[in-house]
């Protein structure tokens, strides 16, 4: 059998590719290892890996957010511009308002690495 380390990078590179868990789980009990060992190792591998997933879902949650505003801004926009209310005279605001945090919402993804913190 391979070194603790070695086994625990061979996990993650295959759940990194894809490669089904179950399928994984399989292979593993074929080279002989426990199903106690196997839970142990993907325990271990899931909770080295929750840092970066964190920080990841940290910024795609703000980039997200930052698109929603924009997207929303520039629907509200439209919407209000088909209105004949008062409110007609903000829908030119709404919709540039809109597409600068679109714009700036894609600006910032393509600049941030994934590596990147959000501070």
Known sequence: MES???????IQKKLKA?????????????????????????L???VKGSAV?????????????????????????I???STQTWLKEYSTFLIVLGVVGLVAGYF???RRGPGKSSS
Request: aromatic share 6%.
């Open 108 to 110: 910032i993804s393509s």
């Open 79 to 81: 919407a209000v511009m």
């Open 18 to 42: 894809g490669y089904p868990a179950g399928e994984l789980r399989n292979d593993l009990l074929n080279k002989g290892y426990a199903e106690e060992e196997i839970e142990a190792l993907f």
């Open 53 to 77: 997933n964190e920080q990841g879902a940290k910024q795609r949650t703000q980039m997200h957010m930052l698109s929603l505003v924009g997207a929303s801004l520039l629907i509200m926009g």
């Open 4 to 10: 603790q380390t070695e086994i625990d990078k061979f």
């Open 44 to 46: 271990k591998v899931s």
